[in-house]
């Protein structure tokens, strides 16, 4: 069950950002949970009608947003900064960027209809809570356990697709392929489809290919005497290929495929590309979440640059240079 803040307590406690404390308090927390930045002014009278509107509502998405406040008059820096021309001026901010604003005394309806395209449901937060339970269990080796969280996540969530993407790929890496098949269902049935999943999807295709075709159990030197006997012998390479992708030998897989790119890029309605495609897609980690460091940056968001960042990555330097390989080939 997941808990929420008291804002009822603590929404009286109105927070009033200054550029003292506009990076702790809006940029920073906008990496957590959507800040909504309120333009203001003492004098300003539709300002004291959609104040308290803004307070109200706070406490009735209780958690959902951050509701902060900037007196205009006081902070002209922030207020500049922002492009503010009249108040009340209400600014959104995500990931530290603005997505959206809105000037005037909106009516409440008008501010829920606002919020609501922007701030994360109930549900969704509550399977946020059930994913991070997830990835706590797969941790401590309780895989059964991470799997129904993440069942129940997606059930209360749908339309995530990072929940979803984790869910298939632990029901792969768990042996339940007519589970994971089933949970790809929906989003294979969108236009265009989405690359992940047609990713995931191939990657049941090699398993099925292996665990069907009497050649799932041949060995290299079985594969590699019947494609000597024909360079062009491309079903048997892309056969191998769906082998050593199942054995989790993925560089080798690329390899493969790529000897058939090379002699003939649109061989079975370019299959062997969109499988190489979706190698990279699988082996590409998942974007970290929001305030977390990523790859190349320090914890603050910083670009590393030179050589010493890219060798702390081997895993992006490979798939760069994978990447190279196929654009090479293609042009």
């Not at 969530?157 to 979803?164: C, H, L």
């Not at 047609?198 to 005497?225: H, M, Y």
């Not at 699988?282 to 960042?309: F, N, R, V």
Request: net charge negative; hydrophobic share 45%.
């Amino acid at each position: 069950m997941v808990v929420f803040p008291d804002f009822a307590r603590t929404s009286r406690l109105m927070i009033d950002v200054t550029v003292q404390n506009f990076e702790t308090e809006v940029i920073a927390a906008s990496a957590q949970t959507p800040v909504l930045v309120d333009f203001w002014a003492p004098w300003c009278g539709p300002c004291k009608t959609l104040g308290p509107l803004l307070e109200q509502l706070e406490t009735e998405y209780a958690g959902r947003f951050k509701l902060v406040k900037i007196d205009s008059d006081q902070e002209q820096q922030l207020a500049a900064a922002f492009g503010i021309r009249s108040i009340p001026t209400c600014i959104l901010l995500k990931n530290g960027q603005p997505v959206d604003g809105f000037m005037g005394a909106l009516p409440a309806a008008q501010v829920r209809q606002f919020l609501d395209k922007h701030v994360p449901s109930e549900g969704a937060l509550a399977a946020e809570a059930q994913a991070d339970e997830a990835d706590a269990l797969l941790e401590s080796g309780d895989t059964d356990a991470a799997l129904a969280k993440l069942a129940d996540a997606l059930a209360q969530d749908p339309g995530n697709d990072a929940t979803r993407a984790d869910y298939v790929r632990l029901l792969i890496a768990t042996g339940q392929y007519a589970e994971a098949a089933a949970a790809l269902e929906e989003p294979l049935a969108r236009e265009p489809r989405p690359l992940h999943f047609d990713a995931q999807r191939r990657w049941l295709d090699a398993i099925e290919f292996v665990q069907k075709d009497e050649r799932g159990n041949w060995s290299v030197e079985q594969f590699d005497a019947q494609i000597a006997q024909n360079k062009r012998d491309f079903d048997t390479r892309f056969a191998k290929a769906q082998a050593l992708m199942v054995e989790g030998q993925w560089t080798a897989a690329m390899d493969e495929l790529l000897e058939i790119i090379m002699r003939d890029k649109k061989w079975n309605d370019e299959a062997a590309r969109k499988t190489y495609v979706a190698i990279l897609e699988l082996l590409t980690p998942p974007p970290q979440k929001p305030g977390a460091g990523e790859a190349g940056k320090s914890a603050g968001g910083i670009e590393l640059t030179g050589k010493a960042a890219q060798q702390q990555d081997p895993q992006a330097e490979l798939l760069s240079s994978y990447r190279r390989k196929l654009s090479m080939a293609l042009n």
